[in-house]
């Protein structure tokens, strides 16, 4: 196999600085933590009304039982009426990730 070697000069304008892949996702997780959502914070993230999101993520006992906070999970569920969900969100954001085909595979 043949190689060919060029020297290239890309010029990086003065407002913008090249980073590697990894640094990137390091400042986005950065920009999470001990950030925590509200239900409403999570209804823009994942673009559904939090009925949705009670019936096909919070309540099901396969998840509940990773997310609540009662089980050491990073969920607050509201005990009262009145009172607030709390997510943490990065823990939250990598849950999700994670089990994206398990949430929505039963949808079809």
Sequence with gaps: ???????????IPSDSVLISKVELQ????????GVYW?????????????EWIKENILYPQKFKEVLDADYGGFVYYPKTKGQSWSFHALKMTD??????????SHLQ
């Design 38 to 50: 509200t239900m409403k914070n999570l209804e823009v993230r994942i673009n559904r009304k939090h």
């Design 1 to 11: 196999m043949q190689q060919l070697s060029v020297n290239l000069t890309i010029p």
């Design 26 to 33: 390091e400042l986005k997780q950065q920009q999470l933590k």
């Design 95 to 104: 849950f999700l990730d994670k089990n994206f085909h398990h949430i929505f």
